[in-house]
C-alpha cells in the first residue's frame, strides 16, 4: 500500500510538472520594420513554432528596434535577454572581422552569387567563428543589392566627395565612402531617418526594401541605383542558450529555421523590387540610372579595398568569394 502510495505520487508529481511546465520564451529582437525580409522572417518563425512546438516553444518578435537597437542588442543577447537577433553581418566587426567580406563593394554581382557563397563550406565555417563569444549562427539570410541616396545627384564617385554618409558600424564600409572623399557615420538603423532629416548625414546606403519601410525618401531626394554590394543577415543565437534547449526540441526548431531562411531568401527578391516600385510611384526621390561605364567608375574607385582588407578577412575567405559570380 505505502508502495503504491509512493508511486502514484512519483507519477502525478511526474505529470503535474509536464503539465505545467513553462514553454521555453525565444525573444527575437530585430531593427527593421515588420514588411521586410528580416520582418517577415521572424513572423514566419514564430509563427511555424506556434504550430509544430506550441506550448514547448514560445516565440516573441520584436520589430523596429522596439526592445534592443543596434547599440545594445549583442550584449543583450550575451547576457540572455533576448534569444535570437538577425544583425546585419556588417555588425559583427568587434566580433570577427571574416565577416567583412561581405561589406566589400563590388565582390558580388548579385544575390544570387551571394547565395551561392553562402552555401559554400567557407561560409558555413563562418557562421561558427564567433561560438567562443557565446554567438552561434544558425543561418545567412538575404536582404537585398544596396543603392546610394544623398541629398544631391551621385553620378559620378566625385559628387559624393564631401558628403557624409549614414553606414551601419564597418569599417571596411568607412573606408569605402572614404575612397570616395566623403565622411561615413555609425548610426544604428533606427536613428538613421531622424539623422538624415537633421542633416547630421546627407547620404546613406541601403537596400530599396530599407529604403522604402523606413521612408528615405522624406530626407533624400535622389537615389542612385548602384547595386555596389548586399545586405546580408545573420541569424545568431547565444551558445549557451541554443544548446540548453532539448535535443528533439533543437532539432525541430533547427529544421523550422531551415525553411525559414528559404522563405526569407526568396521573399528578398520580391520586397526590393516592390520597396524601389513604391519609391519610384511616391515621387519624392528621382531615381538615377548608371550606364555601364559609369558604374564601373565607381567600383574602380572602390575595388582596392579587397586587397586592403584582404589579411584581415582571410585569403581563403576572400577567395571562395571572389570565385562565385558567373
Ligand atoms: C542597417 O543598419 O542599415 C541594416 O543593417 C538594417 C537591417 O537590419 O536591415
Known amino acids: 500500500m505505502k508502495y503504491l502510495f509512493s508511486a502514484c505520487l512519483a507519477l502525478s508529481l511526474l505529470f503535474g510538472a509536464t503539465a505545467h511546465a513553462e514553454p521555453i520564451v525565444i525573444k527575437f529582437s530585430h531593427v527593421v520594420a515588420e514588411d521586410t525580409p528580416k520582418g517577415r522572417g521572424a513572423l514566419l518563425f514564430q509563427r511555424l513554432v506556434a504550430e509544430r512546438l506550441g506550448g514547448a516553444v514560445k516565440v516573441e518578435v520584436y520589430a523596429n528596434s522596439s526592445l534592443f537597437g543596434d547599440a545594445d542588442e549583442m550584449a543583450a543577447l550575451q547576457r540572455g535577454e533576448v534569444q535570437m537577433l538577425a544583425p546585419s553581418v556588417s555588425k559583427f566587426e568587434a566580433y570577427t572581422k571574416q565577416l567583412q567580406v561581405f561589406d566589400l563593394p563590388f565582390l558580388f554581382d548579385d544575390l544570387e552569387a551571394v547565395k551561392r557563397f553562402q552555401r559554400r563550406e567557407k561560409s558555413r565555417e563562418l557562421l561558427r567563428s564567433m561560438a567562443g563569444q557565446n554567438i552561434y549562427g544558425l543561418a545567412f ?186
Do not use: C
Open 141 to 326: 539570410w538575404n536582404n537585398g543589392m544596396k543603392q546610394l541616396s544623398a541629398t544631391r545627384e551621385l553620378r559620378a564617385p566625385a559628387d559624393a566627395k564631401g558628403l557624409a554618409f549614414r553606414i551601419q558600424s564597418s569599417s571596411v564600409l568607412e573606408a569605402q565612402f572614404a575612397a570616395l572623399g566623403a565622411q561615413a557615420k555609425r548610426i544604428p538603423f533606427g536613428e538613421s531617418l531622424k539623422a538624415l532629416q537633421a542633416g547630421t548625414v546627407q547620404g546613406t546606403e541601403n537596400a530599396w526594401s530599407n529604403m522604402a519601410a523606413a521612408g528615405f525618401d522624406r530626407a533624400q531626394p535622389f537615389i542612385t541605383e548602384t547595386n555596389h554590394g548586399s545586405l546580408n543577415y545573420m541569424l545568431i543565437s547565444s551558445s549557451s542558450f541554443w544548446q540548453s534547449i532539448p535535443y528533439a526540441t533543437r532539432s525541430e526548431l533547427e529544421a523550422i529555421v531551415e525553411e525559414v531562411t528559404a522563405q526569407v531568401n526568396e521573399d528578398a527578391e520580391e520586397l526590393n523590387r516592390r520597396g524601389r516600385e513604391q519609391l519610384l510611384a511616391a515621387g519624392q526621390a528621382r531615381l538615377l540610372s548608371l550606364s555601364p561605364a559609369e558604374r564601373e567608375a565607381w567600383r574602380s574607385v572602390m575595388q582596392p579595398l579587397w586587397k586592403q582588407y584582404e589579411a584581415e578577412i582571410g585569403a581563403d575567405v576572400l577567395r571562395a568569394a571572389q570565385t562565385v559570380n558567373r
